[in-house]
């Protein structure tokens, strides 16, 4: 693990600027090479003299960055990159665009829409009762609160593509769907429902198409909703 005391560039931040601009900053320590997975970053106060903004700024970039799997806070040790973000590199890109709601929902779409075709051909029976239980919790709901169980859904089916290869971009989908979940303003629970359950139905039946074409209704429903309650 490297020292952070050596020296660094990063790109001077006016003061008006948002801590959006302070992430893309920092990342770009990763992407620029002057810092690698597992690096320590500098210290906090280094960064605000190197950065020119407000702690609370400041703070706010790294709490984001923290939340996309990015970087780790530790106690007493400072902050460092995650040891894994090379094998992660959609977290980065979530960073660069954490505000683009449209992107993640279309970056969302792509990633899902392929690991169902997959999914279909290799979930298990386990898994299957794992995402009925999902849907009757939707079903039951009585106040709408229902946001767990549904990304817990999509949970399911991605895992159960059981492909290592794009496992390191799973846990980046999961933040999605959260930053998109927090988006939506009103719930529809029975959409939901006919939605999750005709996508159930595909998998159980083994039928990757069905599964791509029952998925794509869904997440395009969603996009459209997405985007709709955003421009109110």
């Not at 500098?42 to 703070?59: A, G, N």
């Not at 979530?94 to 929902?105: E, G, S, Y």
């Not at 939605?195 to 159980?204: D, E, K, N, P, V």
């Not at 459209?224 to 309650?229: A, E, R, S, Y």
């Given at each position: 693990m490297?020292?952070?005391?050596?020296?660094?560039?990063?790109?001077?931040?006016?003061?008006?600027?948002?801590?959006k601009?302070?992430?893309?900053?920092?990342?770009?320590l990763l992407?620029?090479?002057?810092?690698?997975?597992?690096?320590?970053?500098?210290?906090?106060?280094?960064?605000?003299?190197?950065?020119?903004?407000?702690?609370?700024?400041?703070?706010e970039a790294?709490?984001?960055?923290?939340?996309?799997?990015?970087?780790?806070?530790?106690?007493?040790?400072?902050?460092?990159?995650?040891?894994?973000?090379?094998?992660?590199?959609?977290?980065?890109m979530?960073?660069?665009?954490?505000?683009?709601?449209?992107?993640?929902?279309e970056?969302?779409?792509?990633?899902?829409?392929?690991?169902?075709?997959?999914?279909?051909?290799?979930i298990?029976?386990?898994?299957?009762?794992?995402?009925?239980?999902?849907?009757?919790?939707?079903?039951?709901?009585?106040?709408?609160?229902?946001?767990e169980?549904?990304?817990e859904?999509?949970?399911?089916?991605?895992?159960?593509?059981?492909?290592?290869i794009?496992e390191?971009?799973?846990d980046?989908?999961i933040?999605?769907?959260?930053?998109?979940?927090?988006?939506?303003?009103?719930?529809?629970?029975?959409?939901t429902v006919?939605?999750?359950?005709?996508?159930?139905?595909?998998?159980?039946?083994g039928?990757?198409?069905e599964?791509?074409?029952?998925?794509?209704l869904?997440?395009?429903?969603?996009r459209?909703?997405?985007?709709?309650?955003t421009?109110k």
């Open positions: 490297k020292d952070s005391s050596k020296k660094i560039n990063i790109e001077y931040v006016q003061r008006n600027t948002l801590s601009q302070v992430m893309e900053s920092i990342v770009q992407i620029s090479g002057q810092l690698k997975p597992g690096d320590k970053l500098p210290t906090e106060m280094e960064l605000l003299e190197i950065l020119d903004v407000s702690r609370p700024v400041l703070r790294l709490s984001s960055l923290e939340s996309l799997g990015v970087i780790t806070r530790k106690t007493r040790e400072g902050t460092f990159f995650n040891n894994k973000i090379s094998s992660h590199p959609f977290s980065v979530l960073a660069l665009a954490h505000d683009n709601l449209q992107a993640m929902v970056a969302r779409m792509a990633l899902e829409l392929g690991l169902i075709t997959m999914a279909a051909e290799k298990s029976e386990e898994e299957l009762v794992r995402l009925k239980e999902t849907i009757d919790y939707i079903e039951n709901s009585q106040d709408g609160e229902y946001g169980a549904d990304i859904f999509h949970r399911i089916i991605a895992l159960s593509a059981d492909n290592p794009v390191g971009m799973i980046s989908l933040v999605t769907l959260v930053k998109i979940n927090n988006e939506i303003k009103v719930r529809e629970p029975e959409r006919r939605h999750h359950t005709a996508i159930y139905q595909a998998l159980a039946a039928d990757p198409f599964a791509f074409h029952q998925m794509y869904h997440l395009d429903y969603v459209q909703k997405v985007i709709k309650d421009k």
